[in-house]
């Protein structure tokens, strides 16, 4: 009986150990052909990684201009099918561990849509994932500034993009050129720059806007942006006058409202809407972007404010003592 019964438990005892081994085959060979699987369908995607870039693209494909730049915006706001994101500049980032594109956009915050970069570079089209960071300057507005940062393929040199979502006719987006090709850190053309919140609901006060304008060049300006909603037709003469005469603004279309429910008040219990004063916080960052390579000194500005030296004669002596 004790002979039997060895015989009986060593034959099931081989027997679970040959069960043991077959599953552990079956399961590698499932495993492998899984890992094949996964291989084939990310070559035949076109998809590639660069743990250094710690960035993907997943589309490569070969464009010449006519083929895909059908359409450059010469709008400053770009809506995107299929979320509410707005997007209204690109520039080069020359201050990344690897060379970027930083796309300046306006996002609802409650919405988690993921976004792509498409990038045109010389004949080559790169559709590339992106990091989303919103700002906290939001004031509590549905909507919000962000930053979409996609890391530049090896082999791309990109002078136009666009923000997408997954599934989006690639090659049909609306391109906006990208900015800000080459860096500088001496010799800037221009000493002082000054940006000033948008210009909106028929802004007319004429007298403190020369005022504001003489006193800035009387200490060491030498060019001013304006982000213009709307402004009275004494203002646009007045705006006129300094840039077409004297050189000294540059005035860029900033018609926000008609894309947005915009707020005219900082706080949204004193003027509801869905964005923080008229989107002042996106303009001047717009406006420092724009202009940190060509100007030395960039100041973010209200024409009813003056930041005024008290031991010199100038900004430009003030920030070099």
């Not at 570079?121 to 500034?145: I, Q």
């Not at 403190?208 to 942006?225: D, H, N, P, S, T």
């Not at 009275?232 to 947005?260: C, K, T």
Request: proline share 4%; hydrophobic share 40%; net charge negative.
């Amino acid at each position: 009986m004790m002979g039997k019964k060895s015989m009986i438990c060593n034959a099931s005892y081989n027997c679970t150990i040959k069960k043991l081994k077959c599953g552990i085959v079956i399961t590698f060979v499932v495993a492998l052909l899984g890992i094949m699987f996964m291989f084939s369908h990310i070559w035949s995607s076109g998809y590639w990684s660069s743990e250094s870039q710690g960035q993907h693209w997943v589309k490569k494909m070969n464009c010449s201009v006519s083929n895909c730049l059908h359409t450059v915006s010469t709008e400053t706001f770009v809506g995107i099918q299929g979320c509410k994101t707005l997007y209204f500049n690109a520039f080069l980032e020359h201050r990344t561990s690897f060379p970027s594109v930083r796309v300046l956009a306006i996002v609802w915050r409650a919405e988690e849509t993921p976004h792509y970069c498409v990038l045109y570079c010389e004949d080559m089209l790169f559709v590339v994932s992106t990091k989303k960071t919103v700002h906290s300057t939001h004031y509590y507005f549905p909507y919000g500034m962000a930053d979409f940062l996609c890391t530049i393929p090896g082999d791309c040199k990109p002078k136009h993009a666009s923000l997408t979502t997954a599934g989006s006719d690639y090659v049909n987006s609306t391109f906006i050129s990208v900015l800000n090709q080459e860096p500088r850190d001496s010799d800037f053309p221009v000493d002082i720059t000054i940006c000033i919140s948008t210009m909106f609901n028929g802004y007319n006060n004429v007298l403190q806007f020369i005022q504001a304008m003489e006193i800035y060049r009387l200490l060491g300006a030498q060019k001013l942006v304006v982000y213009k909603s709307s402004c009275s037709p004494d203002m646009e003469e007045v705006l006129r006058y300094y840039q077409d005469n004297l050189g000294f603004v540059e005035v860029l279309p900033w018609l926000i409202g008609a894309h947005i429910n915009v707020s005219s008040h900082w706080l949204i219990s004193e003027s509801p809407g869905d964005l923080h004063y008229n989107g002042q916080i996106q303009a001047l960052h717009d406006c420092m972007y724009r202009n940190m390579y060509s100007s030395k000194y960039v100041f973010l500005h209200d024409p009813d404010e003056i930041i005024l030296p008290y031991l010199d004669k100038n900004w430009r002596d003030f920030l070099e003592r």
